[in-house]
């Protein structure tokens, strides 16, 4: 589970940008944060993988205060799908098996295919051993899916995940 309680929190010489959030999510469930530009739901998401730091008692994971846990624990737990995702120097196949390097070819294709990052890759002539960093914007959202796929973290956020995705793609994945 995921407790957020009351938590406040600002950027430098910026008003607060969320304040007293609290709220709990428990495992199984899917929550949606909704709200305008700079409401603060990208915060929450870098809150809860501590690339912010976060006030104390203020974030709980399974009932332990995040400050208990260590980041690289933390970030094993937790998948990230954001807006723009990064893509490594690598092959496509690479990036997807970023931080799961003992993935098997079978458990990266399978990734690959419930991502449809294959519906693109298998258009080009080294299908996934294509370079990364060529692809659009909607493939590398596609990439990142199949990389949190792979990773089957027991947190996933998706952070604007589809929005580079045209609406037939959006659907499908």
């Avoid at 999510?25 to 501590?50: D, E, F, H, N, W």
């Avoid at 580079?164 to 994945?173: G, N």
Wanted: net charge negative; charged share 20%; proline share 5%.
């Amino acid at each position: 589970s995921v407790h957020i309680q009351n938590l406040s929190f600002s950027y430098p010489s910026r008003p607060d940008v969320l304040q007293n959030l609290d709220f709990k999510i428990t495992p199984g469930q899917v929550v949606a944060l909704v709200g305008t530009s700079g409401s603060g739901k990208s915060t929450v998401a870098s809150l809860l993988t501590r690339i912010y730091d976060v006030p104390a008692n203020t974030i709980f994971i399974n009932d332990t205060c995040i400050h208990d846990i260590p980041p690289e624990i933390l970030r094993q737990q937790i998948g990230v799908v954001s807006q723009q995702p990064e893509m490594f120097k690598g092959s496509i196949r690479d990036n997807i098996r970023y931080g799961t390097w003992d993935a098997t070819e079978e458990r990266i294709q399978t990734a690959a295919k419930l991502a449809h990052v294959l519906d693109f890759a298998d258009s080009f002539t080294d299908g996934l051993d294509t370079d990364a960093t060529t692809l659009s914007g909607g493939q590398r959202q596609r990439v990142a899916i199949a990389r949190v796929i792979l990773k089957d973290p027991p947190f996933i956020i998706l952070d604007e995940a589809t929005a580079s995705l045209d609406t037939r793609s959006e659907h499908l994945v």
